[in-house]
């Protein structure tokens, strides 16, 4: 039985002590019905909800076939979102190639947890295990859950079923609610060693793995995810922001990128912003002589903007982004949100 539980986790990169706490709980059959895996982005807390579940109720490959970043699945997120709302909410949007295990993900041009897809939650936790003694619920991203659907939510967690394992990630638990967080055993996922990216790198026989482990900084979902042609052109995008918004540039050179990212009407604004946060980090270790970068090929790019920026510029940068950050929930457009992003901080350059 051992061997089983190690056949299924032995290629599951880092965090080992989370990893054996759960393998342990699998194997004595003490499981708490409801676990709240957190950390970083791409540091595997699906993957390791799907591996567990994998654990106790079989079937890895069908299980696996559930994972988001899988291409046919990306393109049914996205198909969706082209969706009327009240098509969505007559199909919630749920993953159940097994049947004891579904995965809710973000659905929707705002990527949120709906109301409707706790309804569904609610109605299907009921039903008993096909298989076996367990049914396995992972809700993937719960901090993105609107605050209908988290105290829909919450009236599934006070009386769970008996047979219901219900797994929750999320980047940062403190977003959710304290009434949600305490009924959930929590396990903190934290990025990986460099000795650990590196195995990881090579067992996925990773395209420019050093520039990808740069980048990822210890996440092996983003190092094996990363398009590098599309980050370049957001990250020069992203470059020319900074370079108005600190007054390096006049504003009239941000224009034409502001016009090209609002015509990619596909894109995100959060995967511009994810990009925007790399690049400060960077600016604020080049101002504290801190090496290596992680866009260490740009480096000539950015000392110029170390040298005009003060700690107190890129402080206020940072909050702005985290606004943006929260406004993205809201539909803001892209192109506006960058704009008044470089006027607000230009004028405080």
Known sequence: MVAWYFLVLDN????????????????????????????PEGVGKAT?????????????????????????NLEIIADREKWPSDKRNEDPLFFASHPDVLTFAPDGPLRQIT???????????????LKGAWR???????DRAN????????????????HLILIM??????DLLATIRSRAVPFALSRLTDEEMRAFAAARRLDHAERRLRLAEGSPGIAVSLDLETYDRRRDAMLALLRVASGLDPFGTWLKHSDSISARRNEKLDSYLDVLYVLLEDVLRLSNGITPLRN???????EPLAQRVSFDWLRAAVA??????????????????????????????
């Not at 994998?54 to 069908?62: I, N, Q, W």
């Not at 396995?136 to 719960?142: A, G």
């Open 12 to 39: 599951f990169f880092g965090n080992s002590a989370v990893v054996a706490a759960l393998t342990e709980m699998a194997a004595s059959g003490r499981i708490p019905q409801t676990l709240l895996l957190s950390g």
């Open 48 to 72: 390791l909800a799907r591996r567990f579940a994998a654990l106790l109720v079989g079937d890895t490959a069908k299980i696996e076939s559930d994972d988001l970043s899988l291409e046919a």
């Open 115 to 129: 109301i409707q897809q706790m309804r569904l939650l609610k109605d299907r936790a009921s039903l008993k295990p």
């Open 136 to 142: 396995v619920f992972l809700i993937d991203d719960i």
């Open 147 to 162: 605050e209908q659907a988290a105290n829909s939510l919450l009236k599934t967690l006070e009386e769970p079923p008996s």
């Open 169 to 174: 990630t999320a980047r940062n638990p403190y």
């Open 296 to 302: 260490e090929d740009v480096r000539n790019q950015l």
């Open 320 to 349: 702005r982004v985290d606004q943006l950050v929260l406004l993205v929930r809201r539909n803001i457009q892209k192109s506006i949100a960058l704009d008044a992003f470089a006027a607000e901080l230009r004028g405080d350059a």
